[in-house]
């Protein structure tokens, strides 16, 4: 049985059907990948608290462009696996999705507007790809309270010009609470499937 927590709606399960013959993704990397994007996810916000608490936003605005990429790679070298984030509305145009993430956030998408919570959804695969079978999972990251001062419905003039001088090209603001923002999402080439 595909490791899917929750059902994720007949799109997600029809673009994996190609992937039958595919083995199943171990348990071991699945707790590896949550393990991973947890974190992440802790570095970043401790960094980002850390900066808004003794130099306001705009430095944690500067975190994100100038640090959490790095963080990521160290993340990922210390975990042996590829970890990151990514969205459908991108501040950061090197976290843009690859196919199989935007299928994954658009069954999270069609999951949450049914009801839902972030919380409880993930998703893992094995996947042929032109490099391999690599492991694959994900899972949603929700607007959260903390976020709303950069990509919220309501950020301060002088962030957003500060954001724009940054990130010329973002369009990660205008989120309401609970909304999806993006996933986490964690790959690893499968050494010995079976």
Known sequence: MRSLLIFLGASALTACSVQEQMPDPSRQDVEHARLAAAELQHELQARLMEAMQSEGVEAAIGVCADEAQLISARVSEATNMDVGRTSFSLRNPDNAPDIWERQQMAAFRAAMSQGETPQSMEYSEVVETE??????????????????????????????????????????????????????????????PG
């Open 131 to 192: 490099n391999g079978m690599m492991f694959r999972w994900m899972k949603p990251i929700p607007m959260g309270d903390l976020c709303q001062t950069c990509h919220g419905t309501n950020v301060a003039p002088e962030v957003l010009d500060l954001i724009h001088e940054l990130y010329p090209e973002d369009h990660a603001t205008g989120y309401e609470p609970g909304q999806l923002r993006g996933a986490f999402t964690v790959s690893r080439p499968v050494i010995n």
